[in-house]
């Protein structure tokens, strides 16, 4: 059975930061990257940003410059640090874990989701 259990969103004026973190448990195998998507409701999900197993890294321009996301392998642990945070960030966020098994066989899971509200 795999897990993501997502934590750290909540509600944040503009301007100030939260940190998001995901932990995947179960059996994971040849997990390629872990992320992060956000989505408002009766839009498509969208990529915020993700790390690959070697450190490599890509973010949405949305958060260039404002995000910064990080990971741990021993624990299959995500990390995403929001700073500045607009009023478009407000969305359903995310964890993702993307693994490749081998040619055409690759699985996507993902967290239930939490929320970040931006308001003031």
């Known amino acids: 059975q795999v897990q993501l259990v997502e934590s750290g969103g909540g509600l944040v004026q503009p301007g100030g930061s939260l940190r998001l973190s995901c932990a995947a448990s179960?059996?994971?195998?040849?997990?390629?990257?872990m992320g992060w998507y956000r989505q408002v409701p009766g839009k498509q999900r969208e990529l915020v940003a993700h790390?690959?197993?070697?450190?490599?890294?890509h973010y949405a321009d949305f958060a260039k410059g404002r995000f910064t996301i990080s990971g741990d392998n021993a624990k299959n642990t995500v990390y995403l640090q929001m700073n500045s945070l607009k009023i478009e960030d407000t969305a359903v966020y995310y964890c993702?874990?993307?693994?490749?098994?081998?040619?055409?066989?690759?699985?996507?899971?993902w967290g239930q989701g939490t929320q970040v509200t931006v308001s003031s």
């Open positions: 993702n874990v993307h693994s490749i098994v081998g040619p055409n066989n690759e699985y996507d899971y």
């Open positions: 179960g059996s994971i195998l040849g997990i390629y990257a």
């Open positions: 790390i690959t197993s070697v450190g490599g890294t």
